[in-house]
């Protein structure tokens, strides 16, 4: 069932969907950006539920017959894009499952609905067949694009659409939903909500991973002795991340950092343990506290900034990974007097 209220967060997103679903006045393409697991898809569906809705009153209703064949998944006029490959999105794909059926008009509504879901995932050559359908389409067509990337789309492209950037869900709505719909502790909701930073589907992939405990002490045991770590010790350990689909894992690696120093700087400042992170680590984090100085966590989190940069310039994620470790090293200062 695609229901708008089973959404955390987004609430102005929402209304606003609802809102031009009850104006009649839509645009012919819109595109919903945010990270994966951030609940684009879902957002889709409820949007395009609603733009079908046949209720004269709020839409969408959940009663009438567009919107219960909406929730069982058999709408005949809403399409969602399916692609021949994973990997990408190519010109058949879009030549075929969109532009040779648009011309069709609705079978019983009256618009017609296509969902592109990863549109990032287009290629070029897709894109610029899109765009043909985008500068005169149909009057009843509206495309739903979701992506977790406006910068993968032609400018072309973008200018045709309205773009609607999902928002982080505020960490207390993802702690209350954890320990209320999946029953989850408050000190360990604490933890996962940190390192979803907004988005609840990664938080309740967290929860529910038995690789992130694991994860989770690795990073634990390198970050306890980093001060002593060799060179060499550091480039062994950011080795494994010269394969690329090591990418996410390094990503993690660097949530657990920014995590890890910022509870030390928050009980350098304050002297508590209330709201840490890592409190069962409490010793090691009161010993960083004292060791780094606030310039030396300044640089920690400037170096934590600059390696996201890199990795956008397409910088190798081995060659990342040596860097930031070392830069985290060696911010390592003398207490402050």
């Given amino acids: 069932m695609y229901d708008f209220n089973s959404i955390i967060g987004e609430e102005q997103l929402k209304e606003k969907m609802k809102a031009v679903a009850n104006s009649g006045k839509h645009s012919h393409a819109y595109l919903i950006v945010g990270e994966k697991r951030s609940g684009k898809t879902t957002l889709a569906n409820c949007f395009a539920k609603a733009l079908q809705c046949e209720s004269e009153g709020n839409k ?38 969109l532009n040779d059926d648009i011309v069709i008009k609705p079978y019983r509504s009256e618009k017609k609905i296509y969902i592109i879901e ?45 773009v609607l950037p999902v928002r982080p869900v505020p960490d207390e709505a993802i702690r209350r939903y954890l320990m209320k719909n999946a029953e989850i502790p408050d000190y360990r909701a604490d933890v996962f909500t940190a ?20 994860s989770k002490e690795r990073a634990v045991t390198l970050l ?38 910022r509870d030390a700087l928050v009980y350098k400042s304050t002297g508590r343990e209330e709201g840490l992170i890592f409190r069962e680590e409490i010793q090691y984090i009161k010993k960083v506290s004292k ?23 397409n910088v190798s994620t081995e060659t990342v990974a040596d860097l930031l470790l070392i830069a985290v090293r060696d911010c390592r200062r003398e207490p402050e007097d």
Avoid at 131 to 137: I, Q
Avoid at 202 to 209: E, N, Q
Avoid at 237 to 248: N, Q
Wanted: aromatic residues 8%.
């Fill in 224 to 261: 306890k002795g980093i001060e002593e770590k060799s060179y060499s010790t550091l480039y062994v350990t950011a080795a494994p991340f010269s394969d690329k689909k090591k990418a996410s894992e390094f990503n993690e690696l660097m949530d657990f950092i920014r995590i890890w120093y």
């Fill in 195 to 214: 390192f979803a930073r907004g988005n609840l589907g990664k938080a309740m992939d967290l929860a529910t991973s038995s690789e992130f405990e694991e």
């Fill in 60 to 97: 969408p209703c959940g009663m009438c017959l567009s919107c219960m064949q909406m929730d069982a998944g058999n709408h005949p006029d809403v399409i969602t894009l399916k692609t021949a490959k994973e990997e990408t999105i190519g010109i058949n794909d879009i030549r075929e499952g």
């Fill in 291 to 313: 060791e780094i100085s606030y310039e030396g966590f300044e640089d920690i989190f400037k170096a934590l900034k600059k390696s996201q940069a890199m990795l956008r310039s």
């Fill in 118 to 162: 990863d549109a990032q995932k287009m290629t070029r050559q897709a894109q610029n067949a899109l765009l043909k359908t985008l500068e005169e389409p149909p009057s009843y067509a509206v495309i739903i694009m979701t992506t977790t990337s406006a910068e993968a789309m032609l400018q072309t492209v973008l200018s045709r659409t309205i």
